[in-house]
């Protein structure tokens, strides 16, 4: 069955870096458009990013672009979230899903990411 | 404020029927994107619940439906049960910014 499983995430400073994985498996990872949402503490959810299924396409919310980048490796069914300049409101936990294509039909348990001081 | 306009939040006894809208615009589901519903469990990751706009996944009981009209979308839940208490939002893409949209997200309680 399908599985995805974020890692990566933890306690940064405000202006800090972290890298956020996404571990795939169950499906072939090489063939789908795969998405970030994430979901502030107590909040809806919010589409941050999303990658094509060979990598050429990447398009961002408006709130993380030019800070977050996104990235693939098809030889080891993964997908990154690399986030810079980190600050207190990208406080969240953070999903990859699965683009079926259209809706988000797979969905992995997410990763907590906490911006303080 | 999200781009797309859901209630906090809705009510009803165990076997009543509510519904969910969401409102959208121009750029979104008035433009003709489809319309996807998703539950989210109390501490659990969203499932999808509905696809392109009245399609459910397998697996999904037929209580649930969708649909879409002009710039606006309605989940209904029929037979309203104890364990459909979560929370449910809806998603878009939206062309004026080039990306995907969700709703606020709406909380049911069954009584």
């Known amino acids: 069955q399908v599985q995805l499983v974020e890692s990566g995430g933890g306690v940064v400073q405000p202006g800090g870096s972290l890298r956020l994985s996404c571990a795939a498996s169950?499906?072939?990872?090489?063939?789908?458009?795969i998405h970030w949402v994430r979901q502030a503490p107590g909040k809806g959810l919010e589409w941050v990013a999303v990658?094509?299924?060979?990598?050429?396409?990447?398009y961002f919310a408006d709130s993380v672009r030019g800070r977050f980048t996104i990235s693939r490796d098809n030889s080891k069914n993964t997908l990154y979230l690399q986030m810079n300049s980190l600050r207190a409101e990208d406080t969240a936990m953070y999903y990859c899903?699965?683009?079926?294509?259209?809706?988000?039909?797979?969905w992995g348990q997410g990763t907590l990411v906490t911006v303080s001081s | 404020q999200s781009v797309l306009t859901q209630p906090p939040s809705v009510s009803g006894a165990p076997g009543q029927r509510v519904t969910i809208s969401c409102t959208g615009s121009?750029?979104?589901?008035?433009?003709?994107?489809?319309v996807h519903w998703y539950q989210q469990l109390p501490g659990t990751a969203p499932k999808l619940l509905i696809y392109?706009?009245?399609n459910r996944p397998s697996g999904v009981p037929d209580r649930f439906s969708g649909s879409k009209s002009g710039t606006s979308a309605s989940l209904a839940i029929t037979g309203l049960q104890a364990e459909d208490e979560a929370d449910y939002y809806c998603?878009?893409?939206?062309?004026?910014?080039?990306?995907?949209?969700f709703g606020g997200g709406t909380k049911l309680t069954v009584l």
């Open positions: 899903a699965k683009d079926s294509p259209g809706p988000h039909d797979s």
């Open positions: 169950g499906f072939t990872f090489s063939s789908y458009d």
């Open positions: 998603q878009s893409y939206d062309n004026s910014l080039s990306g995907w949209v």
């Open positions: 121009s750029s979104n589901i008035g433009a003709g994107y489809d």
């Open positions: 392109v706009n009245n």
């Open positions: 990658i094509s299924y060979d990598g050429s396409n990447k």
